[in-house]
């Protein structure tokens, strides 16, 4: 790195790796205003719909009227209210574990967890597609740290059998930039047998995934010895803010005791921990919401193999479209806004280089209609990326991630 910061910045442009942020001047959804334009959006993470949810918005309302707007204080101090306690309540519920953590937000529980369980002489193996906060996690955690190959059981029992200390293996539960799932009956298995720890984030599971929306730990039908260290994350598919660990009594007692992130932390609004209960239940009755964004899912799928897209191994709701490289992804992505549609373009290092994407994200919020439109402009689109393969997109404001 060098202080030379201009020069950092136009290396970072001249590789069309720079990133500027869309002005959301609307609520979430599928149809929103950014940067003054009406867009018809698929690329947020709200794939229940929950965001801008009005029975959330009135439970937060009321929550703030009950309990105030501010934590006040960490959790150990005087910040844990009785909404955070309630909701904490209501997730090992859902996980069907005796107990749950909040914390803030899903990268904060990442390094919590993590940093709190192995240390120097451990050793923390992951996916080499694992999400960033997990990476970050491994390394700030000073145990040994090795990534295995993406989704491999072999790979990561090749790394078991040199692992030193106690063994944490992570992994995405559905992998946040390709949509895909994790094998975690194949993985659980390699890791018992060597008495390694699973740790599981389904920031993307949780709401889609499973009979009750309970993710990919029920969606396989694994139990606490499988995977006992569960992350979920609450600004995905509960459309509010922060995160949470399942697992047993002695799990999330260590984290309150050893978690830094948790500790030197002020607790999020009790009035937010209130809209989140309202979406959980909303989450957890709806069945209509998953059943719908399964049909958009089962739509897509179809309507892009016919129109030649490449399309990823996914049945969730990331339904990423490879293209390759970044400019020709921004162009993409440039001409369907151009026809007002909204779908971010990611680029290295969020993905390897070479495999920049649409990633395209569907949500029960949007229609059939929607997902219709979103297919016809593709089908106008792609093919003109062919066609101009040779020009650049210098004149092309990169907007995307
Ligand atoms: C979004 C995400 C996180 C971070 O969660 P935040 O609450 O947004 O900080 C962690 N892990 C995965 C897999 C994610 O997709």
């Given amino acids: 790195m060098s202080f030379d910061l201009s020069a950092r910045l136009a290396a970072r442009r001249a590789e069309h790796l720079y990133r500027q942020r869309p002005l959301l001047q609307s609520p979430q959804g599928p149809e929103v205003i950014v940067d003054g334009k009406p867009l018809l959006a698929f690329c947020n993470n709200d794939y229940m719909g929950l965001a801008n949810h009005p029975d959330v918005i009135a439970a937060w309302k009321a929550g703030a009227e009950r309990w105030g707007v501010g934590g006040g204080a960490s959790h150990l101090v005087i910040g844990h209210s009785t909404p955070h306690h309630e909701l904490e309540e209501a997730l090992a519920d859902l996980t069907g574990r005796p107990r749950a953590l909040l914390f803030s937000n899903g990268y904060m529980a990442n390094l919590g967890a993590v940093t709190a369980l192995v240390g120097q002489g451990d050793t923390v193996l992951e996916d080499r597609l694992n999400h960033a906060s997990l990476l970050d996690a491994g390394l700030l955690s000073g145990a040994r740290f090795s990534r295995y190959l993406h989704n491999d059981p072999d790979s990561l029992n090749t790394r078991l059998e040199k692992a030193v200390g106690d063994t944490l293996v992570v992994t995405d539960g559905v992998f946040s ?122 739509q897509f799928r179809e309507g892009a193999r016919a129109i030649g897209l490449e399309l990823m191994d996914s049945v969730t709701p990331i339904q990423p479209i490879l293209i390759g490289s970044s400019d020709r992804a921004l162009r993409l992505s440039q001409l369907l806004r151009e026809r007002g549609l909204m779908v971010t373009a990611i680029r290295p290092p969020t993905v390897p280089s070479g495999s920049a994407r649409l990633r395209v994200t569907l949500s029960a919020a949007h229609s059939e209609a929607q997902v219709q439109l979103l297919l016809e402009a593709l089908e106008q689109c792609y093919p003109l990326l062919a066609l101009d393969s040779n020009s650049t997109c210098e004149s092309v404001e990169p907007h995307n991630a």
């Fill in 177 to 298: 930039m390709d949509g895909d799932i994790a094998d975690l009956p194949a993985l659980a298995k390699v890791a018992k047998a060597k008495s390694a720890w699973l740790m599981v984030d389904d920031a993307h599971g949780f709401g889609p995934l499973g009979a009750t929306g309970a993710g990919i730990v029920e969606h396989f039908g694994l139990s606490m010895e499988d995977v006992p260290v569960l992350i979920g994350t609450l600004g995905k598919s509960f459309g509010t803010a922060g995160a949470f660990v399942a697992g047993s009594e002695a799990l999330i007692e260590t984290l309150i005791q050893f978690a830094r992130p948790y500790i030197y932390t002020t607790s999020q609004p009790p009035a937010l921990a209130c809209a989140t209960l309202k979406s959980l239940e909303l989450l957890r009755t709806e069945h209509w919401r998953r059943a719908h964004l399964q049909a958009l899912i089962k």
